[in-house]
Structures are given as structure tokens and as C-alpha cells.
């Protein structure tokens, strides 16, 4: 079964010789069950520099999928303490990446919950940064 939901974002990029910069997104999406674990998804809008693009993190067990599709195409694997590949397709290009989890944590059921994530990212295998996100899932409720 799927519902309709709120979601809200909170990432954190610690690029190296750069300011942190955090980002904070709220929006709507559908959360569902699905045999492996829960299937979260969301369009992007012009206000993330994503529009045209659908992100949709697929939640199984201690394994997190982030995954891309539309105009940014990625996909990007969390388990703890392994380091995932992926090529990385912009419409200024594409790159290779590799994603090592430093923590993955969720707690998703029908009523919604949590998705906790941290990992350092390396571009062309050299370490480029810490990233962090933890989104809050909620079922969205009629309008007072």
C-alpha cells in the first residue's frame, strides 16, 4: 500500500577546502511497503537545482539505495562500513564516485519515522568530503 507523506530533509556536505553547507527541504512524497524493506520517493523542484529528477531511497533491512532518475541519473549505496561505486550523470557530465557508510539508521513503519545516514564520498578515489542527511517521514494529514 502506498500513502501520500511529508518529508523533510536535512543534508549536511563537509566538501575539503570548502564551507560547510547545509540544506533543508521539506515536500511531498509517497512512502510504501514493499517485500524487501519501504520504498520513500519525491520529485525535485527548481528550489534543489534537481527539477525533472524523482529521488527515491530504497530501504531494506541495513541497506539504504538513494537513486536518481529523470534529468540527474545516480545511484548511491549506504551499508555501514563497506564502500560502494557508482557513476554519477549530471547534464554537465558524468563522473565516478564511491560512497563509504559511516552510519545507516532507519526506523520506517506505516506511520512513517526515520532515515539517518553519514558517509564520506571520494572523487576519482581521493577523499572529497563528509556528508550527512537524516529525513523525517510523516503521513500528510488533511488541511486545518
Request: proline share 2%.
Amino acid at each position: 500500500m502506498t500513502k501520500d507523506v511529508i518529508i523533510s530533509i536535512r543534508g549536511m556536505q563537509d566538501y575539503q577546502g570548502s564551507d560547510s553547507d547545509q540544506v533543508e527541504l521539506m515536500t511531498e512524497g509517497t512512502l510504501s511497503r514493499e517485500d524487501q524493506g519501504w520504498r520513500l520517493s519525491y520529485r525535485e523542484s527548481e528550489l534543489t537545482g534537481l527539477e525533472g529528477t524523482t529521488t527515491t531511497f530504497q530501504v531494506a533491512g541495513k541497506r539504504i539505495t538513494l537513486e536518481r532518475t529523470g534529468a540527474v541519473c545516480s545511484q548511491m549505496v549506504f551499508e555501514e562500513r563497506l564502500r560502494h561505486f557508482s557513476l554519477y550523470d549530471t547534464p554537465y557530465g558524468s563522473m565516478e564516485i564511491a560512497v563509504a557508510a559511516t552510519r545507516v539508521h532507519h526506523d520506517l513503519s506505516d506511520a512513517g519515522g526515520e532515515i539517518e545516514v553519514s558517509y564520506l564520498i571520494e572523487l576519482d578515489h581521493s577523499l572529497a568530503g563528509e556528508n550527512s542527511f537524516h529525513v523525517t517521514v510523516r503521513p500528510r494529514g488533511p488541511v486545518s
